[in-house]
């Protein structure tokens, strides 16, 4: 567990980094309720099993980026998209989604509360899309976290 926190601090601290001259420049002094973000945040972590790695690496996260790349920008209106891909064995894969309309995020609250909803929601998708694969292993060792969204 605490490598995993260490690695979602890992991530954050990048994101704010990244970020910091722009949010230094325009932020206020102080945070103004007005001016606080009040969009959500899920962001869904695939750890790879152990013994997987390589096949976690070399297999799924080169798939899982090639489907990301052809959908990037194709997400909803009110839903910004960030993905994380690993580049050594052992890193997860991170798919960051915030939500600017609470109600899309408690529609996705629902397809996301159990491993059972997610599974059924991937089956749908690859129905709808194809080419989407996810192993019910890697399923097994992903964890999804909602969060307030304090800055964009």
Do not use: C
Not at 74 to 86: A, D, G, R, T, Y
Not at 121 to 130: L, P, S, T
Request: net charge neutral; glycine share 6%; aromatic share 10%.
């Amino acid at each position: 567990m605490n490598n995993l926190t260490a690695r979602i601090g890992l991530v954050g601290l990048l994101w704010l980094l990244g970020t910091h001259a722009w949010a230094h420049a325009q932020a206020p002094n102080t945070l103004d309720p007005a001016t606080t973000s009040t969009s959500k945040a899920m962001t869904i972590i695939f750890e790879p099993p152990k013994g997987q790695e390589e096949a976690f690496l070399n297999n799924f996260v080169t798939s899982q980026a090639a489907y990301m790349q052809t959908y990037a920008g194709k997400s909803k209106e009110k839903v910004k998209v960030i993905n994380l891909i690993p580049t050594e064995l052992g890193e997860p894969l991170i798919h960051m989604m915030i939500y600017r309309d609470s109600a899309t995020f408690e529609q996705a609250k629902q397809i996301f509360a159990s491993r059972e909803a997610l599974s059924s929601y991937i089956d749908g998708h690859v129905k709808a899309y194809g080419g989407y694969h996810i192993p019910k292993e890697y399923l097994r060792h992903t964890k999804i976290y909602m969060s307030n969204v304090l800055t964009e």
